[in-house]
């Protein structure tokens, strides 16, 4: 597959830019799926250890992937622990 898109990209020059931006696309894409996978509370790997791990989550721990104004570091708790 890889040889017919370098042969494509050879006879056609102006495909190669639509080939770099379908790729990083498409690598863009599955690294969000995994970093949403990994790192997202809602997802628990392990449930016999860490059945709920959105309750170890503290108010001042950032799982937002971009916050524009606020500083988590500030933030204090206002519920009760469970």
């Known amino acids: ?7 494509q990209a050879k006879k056609h020059p102006s495909l190669i830019p639509l080939f770099v931006f379908i790729g990083a696309g498409g690598t ?8 949403l996978a990994l790192f997202n509370p809602d997802v628990s790997w392990d449930r016999k ?3 709920e791990p959105w309750n170890k989550l ?3 721990d950032q799982y937002k992937f971009y916050s524009v104004n606020v500083d988590y570091s500030k933030l204090k708790k206002e519920g009760p622990d469970f």
């Open 58 to 60: 503290g108010p001042n």
């Open 28 to 35: 863009g894409a599955a690294l969000c799926v995994l970093r």
């Open 1 to 7: 597959m890889l040889r017919q898109i370098l042969g």
């Open 49 to 51: 250890n860490n059945p």
